[in-house]
Nanobody, 124 residues
Framework: QVQLVESGGGLVQAGASLRLSCAASGLTFSSYTMAWFRQAPGKQREFVAIITTGGGSTKHADSVKGRFTISRNDAKNTVYLQMNTLKPEDTAVYYC?????????????????WGQGTQVTVSS
């Protein structure tokens, strides 16, 4: 079955960097648009970044633009989120999501395949 497994979260100080990974299995990874979302305590899950098939096109939420970068390695069936200059407001559970095809899907309801999430905590 399709499975997404996130890793790389942790507790860091403000200004630090982390790289999240999401390993996919059970799907033809190169045919899927991949995205990262996050959910902070008491808040709704929100879009962070998306990368379409072929790895060429990306989009990032305004709140992370210039600090976070999404990328993918189709040979490794893995999508990454490089997070630099982390801020306390970046604290959340980060989820990866997958959808067959190539389109700018940025809504929670657009995806039906999700990972279990990885916790990122940024202390001030």
């Amino acid at each position: 079955q399709v499975q997404l497994v996130e890793s790389g979260g942790g507790l860091v100080q403000a200004g630090a960097s982390l790289r999240l990974s999401c390993a996919a299995s059970g799907l033809t990874f190169s045919s899927y648009t991949m995205a990262w979302f996050r959910q902070a305590p008491g808040k709704q899950r929100e879009f962070v970044a998306i990368i379409t098939t072929g790895g060429g096109s990306t989009k990032h939420a305004d709140s992370v633009k210039g600090r976070f970068t999404i990328s993918r390695n189709d040979a490794k069936n893995t999508v990454y989120l490089q997070m630099n200059t982390l801020k306390p407001e970046d604290t959340a559970v980060y989820y990866c999501a997958a959808k067959y095809g190539s389109k700018w899907w940025t809504g929670n309801g657009d995806y039906d395949t999700w990972g279990q999430g990885t916790q990122v905590t940024v202390s001030s």
